[in-house]
Each structure stands twice: as C-alpha cells, then as structure tokens.
C-alpha cells in the first residue's frame, strides 16, 4: 500500500473520531403564545415525538422549553422549531448546547459543518470555543419579528451545504 494511503486513512479516521464525539446535547427554546397548562402540554407533546428528543422539561411561568437530546442522535434544529410551529406557537428563541472534544477556532461568518449542515457564525469576535458552546440561532423560524429585524441584513450565506444555519454567541 501507497504511504500517502495510509496517511490519508489515519486521517479519515483522526476525522470520524471527532465527528462522533461532538453533537448537541441540550437545547432551550422560548415559545411566545403559551399560556395554560395545554398550551404546554401541547408543545411537549409535538416536541417528544422527534425521534432526537430523550427528554422535554416545559416552563410555562417563563413560557420556554428544556430539551434534552439522545447521546448520538443527529439532531435537526429546524424540525425542533417546526415541531413548536405544528402545535400552533411560535419560537421567541432557540439555544443549543454543542459538545465539542475540540477546539474549534471561529470569527464573523466562520463556517463549522457538522451533521450534514452548515453553520455560521455572525457577528462574533474571534475566539476559540470547547467543551460545551451555546449555540444562539437566527433565521424566522427561530426568532421572533422584532428580533429578527435586528440580524437581517447581517444573514449573508457563505457556507457550502443543503442546509446553513446562522448562529452567535
């Protein structure tokens, strides 16, 4: 075998070991319209049904959402904010926690790939980021209007991929 193979193999194998070790592990969504105990109910109900979701904690005196992942599990962020959407809200904000066994070296408009999507940072200072990092995620679906209004004309996709994400700290 070709030297050239073999390093190029070790470093697939450097690469895969890291994509397995990151992911979500947590998210935190504010749900503007909650206002009884259904209304929560609701919500929870329509969240627990992703095949990604280990666990719902919802707080209806501060109308947001704990969510836990599965260890492992792709998580997609735009059906956890669809889920919110089917049960007849809307999505005020939603954090996710990352876990990264890595350093990861980010500044504006940084693009991280991860589980097949992309995701860029926006309005960040250079910085390094490990161990657990809050993802902030900006787009309609994720915001309300009025906060929305406020990072529109920052959203420049430059990331390569079907799906990117926008993202702060």
Not at 29 to 53: N, Q
Not at 112 to 131: C, E, I, M, R, W
Request: charge should be positive.
């Amino acid at each position: 075998m070709k030297p050239y193979r073999i390093i190029l193999g070790i470093l697939l194998t450097v690469l895969l070991t890291y994509t397995a070790q990151a992911q979500f592990i947590s998210a935190e969504l504010g749900v503007d319209g909650l206002t009884c105990s259904a209304c929560t109910r609701s919500v929870e109900m329509s969240i627990r049904k992703l095949d990604f979701v280990k666990d719902v904690q919802m707080d209806l005196d501060n109308t947001k959402g704990i969510i836990t992942f599965k260890d492992g599990a792709n998580v997609d962020i735009e059906k956890l904010a669809k889920a919110v959407i089917n049960a007849g809200f809307s999505v005020r904000y939603l954090n996710a926690t990352f876990k990264s066994d890595g350093v990861i070296k980010i500044s504006d408009n940084f693009c991280f790939a991860y589980g097949g999507s992309s995701y860029q940072f926006v309005k960040v200072s250079p910085t390094d980021l490990q161990n657990q990092i809050v993802f902030k995620f900006i787009g309609k679906e994720f915001l309300n209007g009025k906060e929305f209004k406020k990072w529109k004309d920052n959203l420049k996709a430059q990331c390569q991929g079907k799906s990117t994400y926008f993202v702060t700290l």
